[in-house]
C-alpha cells in the first residue's frame, strides 16, 4: 500500500517537474534529490528475497588483518523495511551467533540476537546504530536496508567518478539517533546505482567513505556490488565487505525469519 | 536450611581452561569443547568429609546433522565430567539427542532437548521443562537433557508449542565429600515423589509467544512433576540425619514480556504456582 503511495508519489513529482519546467521554473534541489533517490529506489523493487555468503576483511593502521565469514538472508517486505538474518561462521568463537533484524522506515528497527553457547534468543535495543557491527567500520545503521523516507535530500551537483557520470546527492538522517549528521552519495547516471558514500560524522566532519565495487547484475535487473570497501578517514581502519556466491528467489519466505528460525539457523 | 547459607559465603576459587574444536566431516558437524577445572574453598568445611582441592575435567561434543534439504536435523551433544574426590560429581549426561522436523509452518521435535523459556538475565521464574544439573554449579544454569515431543505451530497470531514429557529426571545433588552442599547432605536414595507414577507421571506443557512491535510476550502453562524438590530433613536407614527430595506435582502458570524503549530493555517474569 504504502508503496504504491510512494510510486504515486513519484508519478506525480515527475509530471508536475515536467509540466513546470515550461515556463524555466526548475524544481528545487531538494525536490531534485529526492526524485533521483526513489528513481534509485524503484529501479530495486522486486527482488522478493537472497541469500549470500560473505567475508567481512578487517583491516587497522599497521595493516593488520582479519577475517570474518557470514551468511546472510534477505527478505524483501512491501510498504516496509527489509527482512534479514545474519549468521556467522568463522571465527569460532562467535560461531553460530546469529542477528535477525526486521528494518522499518518510520520507527526503530527489531533485533533479535541468538547465542549459541546459551541456546537462547535475546531482544537487543536497536536505539545504537551507530555502533560498530562485529567491530568493523560498518555500523548498524549501514547494514540496515535502504528505505526512502530514512532520509531527506538534496542535490548537489552532476559530477564524473572514474569516468563515470554521477549525480551527487546529499542525504539528512530523519533518525535523531543516527550517527551522521549527513552522507554524500554518487550515484552514476546511467544505471542509478550509488558507486560513493562519504559519511559525516556528528560533528559534521568526514568520517568514512564507502565505495561500492565490481557491479554484476543479476535477474536482467538488479545491481549488487560484490566488493564494498569502507575506510575510515579519522583512525585508517578500513573494512572489506566480499559476496560470494549470491542467490536470488531461492523461497524463502517470512516463515524463515522469525524467532523461531533463528533459534535453529546453522 | 542451614547449610545453603554456606553455598553463597564460602569463598571458592576456580581455574577454567576451555578448549574449542571442530570438525567437519561426512555432512556430520562436529563441534564441542573440553575443559579443566580446578576449584579451591578457602573456607573449612563444616562436615569434615568435604575437601577443599578439587581438580575436574569435562567434555561436551555436539553432533549435527541435515537430511532432506535441512527439512530434517539430527542433533546428539553427550557431556562428561570426571571429578576428583566427590564420586557423585562424575557424570554423563545426553545434554540433546533428538531429532527436528521441520515443516511449512509447523515443527516437531522429539529425543532428549533442552528448552529455554524466559527473558531475564540471572533468575529464571519461568524456566521449567528441563532439570537442573546441580553437579556443574549452583548458579542452576547448566540443565539435563528432557525426554519430550515438542510440536510448534507458527501462525499469524505467534508460535503455539505444546510439550509432551513422558519422562522425568531427578536432580542430583553432590556427594559427601563434595563442596556446595548442604549439612546434612541431600540423599536422592531417598527421593519421594506426590505421584505414585513417580518419574513416569506424564507431564505437559504448553507455550504461546508472540511479538507485537517493541513487546515480545509468551504465556505458558506447565502440568506436571516439579523440578525444584522440596527439601525434607529425615533419617536415613542408619538413623543418620539426611535431606530428602520431595518431587511434588504442580500447576504452574508463567508470564513473560520484554519491552524495547530506546536504550531500555525492560523485561518481566512472573509466575502463578499451585500444588
Redesign the interface.
Known amino acids: 500500500m504504502v508503496n504504491r503511495i510512494c510510486k504515486l508519489t513519484f508519478v506525480t513529482i515527475t509530471s508536475f517537474s515536467l509540466f513546470s519546467s515550461l515556463p524555466a521554473q526548475a524544481q528545487t534541489m531538494e525536490e531534485k534529490g529526492l526524485e533521483i533517490v526513489q528513481e534509485v529506489d524503484r529501479r530495486d523493487l522486486g527482488w522478493n528475497n537472497s541469500e549470500a555468503d560473505m567475508t567481512m576483511e578487517l583491516r587497522n593502521q599497521h595493516g593488520d588483518t582479519s577475517t570474518r565469514f557470514i551468511r546472510s538472508r534477505s527478505l524483501e517486505v512491501d510498504g516496509d523495511g527489509d527482512k534479514g538474518l545474519t549468521i556467522f561462521d568463522k571465527p ?2 562467535v ?1 553460530g551467533t546469529a542477528f535477525l533484524s526486521f528494518s522499518h522506515i518510520a ?2 528497527d ?1 533485533q533479535w540476537l541468538f547465542l549459541p553457547a ?3 534468543v535475546k ?6 546504530k551507530s555502533g560498530p557491527f562485529m567491530g568493523s567500520e560498518f555500523a548498524y545503521e549501514d547494514m540496515s536496508s535502504f528505505e526512502v523516507d530514512k532520509y531527506t535530500y538534496k542535490y548537489l551537483r552532476d559530477e564524473q567518478l572514474d569516468g563515470m557520470d554521477c549525480f551527487v546527492v546529499e542525504s539528512y538522517p530523519v533518525d535523531k539517533y543516527s550517527g551522521y549528521t549527513r552522507l554524500v552519495s554518487w550515484f552514476d547516471k546511467a544505471e542509478y546505482r550509488v558507486q560513493k558514500i562519504d559519511y559525516y560524522d556528528r560533528k559534521n566532519a568526514l568520517l568514512k567513505t564507502l565505495r561500492f565495487n565490481d557491479y554484476q547484475l543479476y535477474l536482467d535487473k538488479y545491481w549488487r556490488s560484490l566488493k564494498m570497501d569502507m575506510v575510515n578517514q579519522q583512525n585508517g581502519k578500513s573494512t572489506t565487505l566480499t559476496t560470494f556466491n549470491l542467490r536470488f528467489r531461492t523461497g524463502l519466505t517470512d ?1 524463515d525469519f ?3 528460525s533463528l533459534k ?1 539457523a ?1 | 536450611m542451614r547449610g545453603i547459607d554456606r553455598y553463597f559465603k564460602a569463598a571458592a576459587l576456580g581455574a577454567l581452561l576451555l578448549l574449542p574444536v571442530g570438525v567437519q566431516s561426512e555432512d556430520w558437524e562436529i563441534s564441542g569443547y573440553v575443559d579443566l577445572e580446578w576449584r579451591y574453598f578457602d573456607d573449612s568445611p563444616i562436615d569434615p568429609n568435604q575437601k577443599d582441592n578439587f581438580l575436574a575435567t569435562g567434555a561436551e561434543v555436539e553432533l549435527y546433522k541435515e537430511f532432506n534439504d535441512g527439512n530434517d536435523t539430527v542433533t546428539v551433544t553427550p557431556f562428561v565430567r570426571v571429578g576428583q574426590h566427590d564420586g557423585e560429581r562424575t557424570h554423563v549426561d545426553f545434554r540433546e539427542a533428538n531429532w527436528l522436523h521441520i515443516d511449512e509452518g509447523w515443527e516437531i521435535r522429539a529425543g532428549l532437548a533442552k528448552v529455554f523459556w524466559g527473558v531475564t538475565e540471572s533468575q529464571h521464574l519461568v524456566d521449567v521443562i528441563n532439570q537442573t544439573d546441580a553437579l556443574e554449579g549452583p548458579d542452576g544454569e547448566d540443565k539435563l537433557g528432557q525426554p519430550m515431543i515438542n510440536l510448534v505451530l507458527s501462525r499469524d497470531w505467534g508460535d503455539l508449542s505444546l510439550y509432551w514429557l513422558p519422562y522425568f529426571r531427578e536432580r542430583s545433588f553432590p556427594g559427601s565429600q563434595g563442596r556446595l552442599r548442604s549439612h546434612p547432605k541431600i540423599d536422592t536414595n531417598y527421593a519421594r515423589y506426590e505421584s505414585g507414577a513417580e518419574e513416569w507421571h506424564q507431564d505437559f506443557a504448553v507455550r504461546w509467544s508472540h511479538t507485537l512491535g517493541d513487546l515480545d510476550v509468551a504465556v505458558s502453562h506447565f502440568h506436571g512433576t516439579s523440578r525444584e524438590p522440596t527439601m525434607i530433613p529425615t533419617l536415613d536407614n542408619s538413623g543418620n540425619p539426611i535431606i530428602a527430595p520431595l518431587y511434588e506435582q504442580i500447576d504452574q502458570t508463567g508470564l513473560e514480556l520484554s519491552l524495547v524503549k530506546g536504550d531500555w530493555l525492560w523485561k518481566l517474569e512472573a509466575i502463578h504456582r499451585s500444588g
Open positions: 569460532r568463537d560461531k520507527k526503530p527489531d546459551l541456546k537462547r531482544r537487543i535495543s536497536s536505539r545504537n516463515k522469525n524467532k523461531n535453529r546453522k
